[in-house]
């Protein structure tokens, strides 16, 4: 980088270059993509409000209370339409805003924000409305705009590094799930299928193995419950094993964040002569160059 | 502050240059609003068990055998009363003894401390006692007055500062199961709805997010449940995703509080010869150079 | 102790001055009081056998299935009457072994050993067996002597410091759950109460306060959930609240264990000069006397 | 080891002194025992992905819809026995590629691989297929061979070590699990045995014992609950409790990890002029003396 040749470098974007590329089309893109700016920022949140806002409407939608009462529809209609028009303004700003608009529009966020807009301006070429439904309900994905709203916080970023650095261990942590589910599903579906008059709720195989799998995490619903006394000892032995199993990636991500927080305070020492950075606090020399460091 | 002129300083709040401000006044504020003194503890588990007995009595008082049970209402009319002219008092000598009386009246705790005292007094002026249900159970909010007394505890403190630092990672987490229960949700209400000759429990979206939160932190109570295997395949799938998400949280409160405590071992007492800092509380002796260090 | 007078101490115990103190005694003693023998620990697994036998026979004794089965009861019996011979035998062995038998008789493993030991022959004075059925479950508490015997181990020890170290912790937690409860729990009253021709399971706030806890501890039996919209978002909410409050004793446990970790991985380097031990790896001087530590 | 005699030392499993031996056999041992080779690596994934195959038609297998469906089973019996010989293939393979085959013929994973292959050969014999049933569902077992794979992952190690090191304190919380669980559930079923017209759901101490470890890991199945309101207050304090005694293993095997990691960070390189240990692995220099420090 400080060996390229300041004076020839050529102004980057610049108008006279590239006819079409307009200032505005520069402001636009500063706006809509980053977020350093407080226009840049005040249109994250407006952006956030209108996706919280389409998801409230969307859900309402389904409640047969607002269902039955015209009012209601006719109200989420208009919002839904006020929020449509909104995002295809903004998908279209995006477009021509865009450095690489294909990009963009091939991009996985490119694709959501289509999703987002289409529903409704289908409903107009009088498709059928009830094999849109479910449809409509793809414009909830707009809700992964605010996992990208969250990549300015440096905090996303660091659970995203341990759930990382973790990764495999999650997937022993997967496989050693597998295993044990398989093994106490067959095993309690032997115990209890056919058990009480067939209406033992053991019922399959797969069946038993949600039951695990609902059992291990503790989420523990009720609906399939082992109602033989052998059932039960078994499951109360791999509820015990279970829950110790599945405590282990709890602890791992904890030492994950740990260790994070270590580096983080670790020293931002540098060496007056290599100018290596993060020695320990209680070192003389570098151990890098050996050159003597600077007393912190 | 250290350039107000000390010698003209006048006394503060002595009983020659303001009139009222007794003596009592001073000893009734230790008492009340202070805990260093073996009155104002004393003052404090009065407090504290007064809040306690009243929080049992409106809770018994809904329970329906006392309800139908004569003595026992006549019995805790007697002892609301006695609490009521009890916390009365109480609020009335904050007010008094208070150095900013309507300082105080407008605070968080004035405002409650208020709320407490009022419901009983406005029976006597023959309101409808029916009305009243909802403003007696007000008085429960007594009960935050237990937050306050443990400010005296320096643990209160620490759990506290844990939390704090730790609250960009909590936004994050909030923001992340947002995303994952508006999905997980919809997900589950298309392949749930209307199955079943339209007697499944995911009735409408809000339902369906109720569920996956329900579920995701896996309490379960098992009024919502998936009857389609498809919906029990993708609800097992979710439930290990949503435990691997829910456990995150846990990892960063538990390195937050290690952080703490290894910044409260270490003092930043520095070594007049080396200045090397981090030493020991106890440390008489620079553990580097050898130098004696100063007493902290 | 070094000053005590070593020649003139005379003989603890001895066979010459206290006459019925027999040597058979003392051997007794060691086994039944001590584990450090083969003996001793022989003595120990025996007694944990026999421990777990009465657990199990006093168990079953209340199984409907056995209950009405002449042949298994008759065993329960024989092996009821060898067990409380064998712990009877045992009780009055502690007390001709132990050096202060009082001690022992009014201590909580004394009282609890007799209560194990009674049940049975008092049914031989032909009282009424149905007054004696909770009198018999008394001696599942024999169950803690398995507590007494992990006290050989030096985890158990570990264990109990993280706790005891996070009591102050704990105690605010406690209080804090305790807020939350009560607030939710009235919160939840006033949602649900009433609704739906009064067939709310929110009953009293009593019974709010228990879906609170059962609620916040994720344990969510089902029996108690909320029916009306608002009362299910307000719940979701409590529940991320909740959640969110309760994984602080996780954090704050973890980060003991790992405290007492890291101390015992500290190095013992001892100063030549005034033998305190404890000094860090990187450490060169002792930080007490300052004198010039041996390099490890 | 070293004082065997290298100069006549014959050359191991050479085809020329041990005849049979030939090379292919060597190449066999390699792909099938190995997962250092591309080959061998195929092998596992190729292994792995017809064992999920086996398993996903075995649990389909038990599931009503597809019993009744002929077109189904008989897919379903062709892939079995596609799988069956592929498994039947690889054990011969194993046994004659293996270097000591009656170790591995009666090793663990040697009866799960020969169980695995039995049932659908034996259906052959004319047994009564009925009985077979058990004996079919023997062969999920192979889904421990998925644990086999996991050990070419060094996590899985780390994650077995973790455990490992926190063994005792495992065998001290279970302990004291046992303990609690015996007091609650006996508990419980004094308060709660016998109410309500004998519905009581405590019908004997083991069903408490299995409702207290269904609680107290906050499983929660809702199946056993308390309807007393005495029972509920004491279940809630039990809830409670063992909450704060259930997240301890937490803790530990948390702070197991966390120690595993800063070991793994740590070499125990010395240097040579200082002999001060613990230099970070990239470390040139020691940081203490400024010495160059000999390549680890």
Not at 112 to 133: G, M, R, Y
Request: hydrophobic share 50%; charged share 15%.
């Amino acid at each position: 980088m400080p060996n390229s040749p300041p004076p020839t470098k050529p102004k980057p974007y610049s108008t006279q270059s590239v006819a079409p590329r307009a200032a505005w089309r520069d402001r636009l893109y500063v706006v809509i993509f980053e977020a350093d700016t407080a226009a840049g920022k005040w249109f994250d949140l407006a952006l956030l409000g209108a996706i919280l806002l389409s998801i409230v409407v969307i859900s309402l939608e389904t409640v047969e209370y607002f269902e039955n009462s015209q009012a209601w529809l006719d109200l989420f209609l208009v919002v839904e339409w006020a929020l449509t028009v909104l995002f295809t303004v903004e998908y279209i700003s995006r477009i021509v805003s865009a450095r690489r608009p294909w990009r963009y529009v091939f991009s996985f966020f490119g694709i959501i924000d289509l999703l987002a807009c289409l529903p409704l301006w289908l409903t107009l070429l009088s498709f059928d409305s009830h094999a849109l439904t479910i449809v409509r309900s793809v414009r909830l994905l707009r809700v992964f705009r605010v996992m990208k709203m969250m990549r300015m916080l440096r905090e996303a970023e660091s659970l995203k590094m341990a759930v990382w650095n973790a990764r495999d261990k999650i997937f022993v942590f997967l496989a050693t799930v597998l295993v044990a589910v398989t093994i106490s599903g067959t095993l309690m579906y032997q115990v209890e299928h056919g058990t009480e008059g067939n209406l033992s709720q053991f019922t399959s195989i797969p069946q038993s193995m949600y039951w695990a799998i609902v059992t291990m995490t503790t989420v523990g619903y009720g609906d399939v419950v082992p109602h033989t006394p052998t059932g039960k000892f078994i499951s109360a032995a791999l509820i015990l094993l279970g829950y110790s199993l599945i405590i282990v990636p709890t602890g791992f991500i904890s030492a994950e964040f740990h260790a994070q927080k270590v580096a983080a305070n670790h020293s931002t020492r540098t060496c007056p002569h290599c100018f290596r950075e993060g020695h320990a606090t209680e070192a003389n020399f570098c151990n890098h160059c050996g050159a003597a460091l600077i007393e912190a």
